[in-house]
């Protein structure tokens, strides 16, 4: 767990090939992101930037993938996956082939550094 | 073609196994969600909000799946999926293992109903 509000929460994916894998989860339980109140949503987007934000500060990577599918489990999270050009997947999305058996050369970073980060990303996006 | 501003544009992607398949593009050339000023990014997110309440209207999916990727070409752009139990990777990704050869049981839906669902969606979203 990196960061958690009332509504929602950060958490690390154990990942060895993602090191910079989170996933929101948001608490109260619904599908999909337009069953939430508009407030709820805007709410939900922001924390999902301030995560973006906070990962690219943190990992530099290639790329930042957002998604949200819910198929086997129908309570709204997101996934955010830092991408390197030499991770296990690229340039497919890490639910597609394999495409090589490195992990990528991803920056180490810290449970603690991490969750700073959001935690600062968030008061930016939120006050923003 | 189905929708369009000065902003960004919607289409409907030409997917035989996946027909309410719809791409949110974003003009300018930015790679990530946060690239986008803040009022951008809340532009596209209303907009990728309302495009997610006309599938749900129009198709009625057991699921919408969201993702912003931009591996292969990293301009913004959202990918939103309806998706049905019986489709072909459920409950997979669509960029996953394909599941079976059946491509779902979707509802059928013309251009022009669709675009006129989307059009309506963001008068509301934009409006709320």
Known sequence: ??????SCR???VN???YPGYCRL???EHVAEMSDLAPSDQRHCFNILMAVEVALRECFQPAKINLASFGNVVPHLHWHLIPREVDDRH?????WGQTQRSSSGTFREMDDARLALAIRNAIAEQLSG
Request: glycine letters at 0%; charged letters at 30%; hydrophobic letters at 50%.
């Open 1 to 6: 767990m990196l960061w958690q509000d009332a």
């Open 10 to 12: 950060v958490i690390r």
């Open 15 to 17: 990942d060895r090939d």
């Open 25 to 27: 989860i948001w608490n």
């Open 90 to 94: 690229f340039p497919e999305p890490i």
